[in-house]
């Protein structure tokens, strides 16, 4: 009878183990939500990866871009500092975290972490040209030309960046 009852326990928890989630099974849910534009159900995803492994950093960086794309900045930069937390040398997170301050106008928030995002990963063209939009909305032109022109550099068929910095020479008579 012991050994019936041993038996059966470890077969109820090898079952149950087996049948349990993982925190990527989670995230690839999250991803085909994402996809299909249901952020509800990616964000319920996303946490349940979170809550099986709490250091999945990208885990925490997809939820942060999900919470952005529904205008919940505030979650959404909480996800992204988790991320640095747990990776200060993702470039990613700095810049996207720097994107959303540039939304709630926190200009020098954002400058700070695009200039680290830039200061990891010089190559990104696109951390440059969203720094230079936060530069010109705090009317630095000369800046926000120097890293449009930077942005250029790095992307030479990028026509937005040359048209803004065509278009900022001519507003300011340069």
């Known amino acids: 009878m012991k050994k ?12 149950v183990m087996s049948c349990a ?10 991803q085909a939500h994402i996809e299909q534009k249901d952020y509800d159900e990616a964000v319920t995803d996303l946490t349940e990866a979170i809550k099986v492994n709490p250091r ?9 871009v999900v919470y952005y794309a529904k205008k919940d900045y505030d979650k959404a930069i ?3 500092t988790e991320v640095i937390r747990l990776d200060t ?3 990613e997170a700095y810049a996207n ?7 709630k106008s926190e200009y ?3 400058i700070a972490d695009l200039t680290e995002a830039i200061r990891l990963d010089p190559k990104d063209g696109w951390a440059y040209n969203s720094r230079a939009w936060v530069y010109c909305k705090q009317d630095e032109y000369d800046k926000a030309i120097a890293d449009f022109e930077a942005a250029l550099h790095i992307n030479p068929d990028d026509a937005d960046s040359k048209e ?4 900022i020479k001519q507003m300011r008579g340069y």
Do not use: M, P
């Open 78 to 80: 909480a996800d992204f």
């Open 164 to 167: 803004t910095i065509e278009l």
């Open 97 to 103: 975290r720097g994107w959303v301050y540039q939304y």
């Open 4 to 15: 019936t009852v041993l038996t059966l326990l470890i077969t109820c928890a090898v079952c």
């Open 108 to 110: 020098d928030k954002a």
């Open 89 to 91: 040398r993702l470039a």
């Open 56 to 64: 999945y950093a990208d885990a925490y960086y997809n939820r942060g």
């Open 21 to 30: 989630k993982s925190a990527e099974d989670y995230f690839k849910s999250a």
